[in-house]
């Protein structure tokens, strides 16, 4: 319902990140091809690993929106916790500075369990295990903070449904 609400000038491009990031979806205004990448994700999560590495997906993400005119903003979805402000991660936030892009950052994790990717099978598919459900931690808010976007964390399905990215692009 989101990628209707976009307007005409606005472009989105996806990514799929946890130890690694990919591109689902390059910058793009068509909406049919946005959804069809949205849809197609499910493939893309097979590329993915155990981890979550946020200076890769910003990283991507910045080179991605250099040289654009306008607004600028990258959303972060993820279910996990950043270990540390690593290097990487420091660059990632000051290029996101320069080039005046906004990060909010969207925590999905119900509030008293998580499926965490444990270790992955001989086929190359995640095994999840269910573990106890932590808060997001303050460097994931700080994330957003540093680019002057906002920090939000959705631990039920009616606070998902009820999220509105057209009002964060205001």
């Known amino acids: 319902d989101e990628i209707k609400q976009t307007t005409e000038n606005q472009k989105i491009g996806i990514f799929s990140f946890s130890q690694n990031a990919n591109l689902v979806c390059p910058l793009t205004n068509d909406k049919k091809t946005l959804d069809s990448a949205l849809k197609s994700t499910t493939k893309e999560w097979l590329k993915l690993r155990p981890g979550t590495n946020f200076s890769d997906a910003i990283s991507n993400a910045t080179l991605l929106l250099k040289g654009k005119n306008g607004k600028k903003y990258i959303f972060i979805f993820s279910d996990g916790n950043i270990a540390n402000l690593d290097q990487d991660l420091h660059n990632s936030l000051q290029t996101a500075i320069q080039d005046s ?3 909010h950052t969207i925590s ?6 998580a499926m965490t990717p444990k270790t992955i099978d001989a086929h190359g598919n995640l095994i999840f295990e269910k573990t106890p459900s932590k808060k997001p931690d303050t460097l994931f808010n700080s994330i957003s903070k540093t680019t002057l976007g906002t920090f939000q964390w959705f631990s039920s399905e009616n606070e998902i449904k009820n999220f509105s990215l057209q009002a964060l692009l205001k």
């Open 108 to 113: 999905v994790n119900p509030k008293d369990f």
């Open 101 to 103: 892009i906004t990060i």
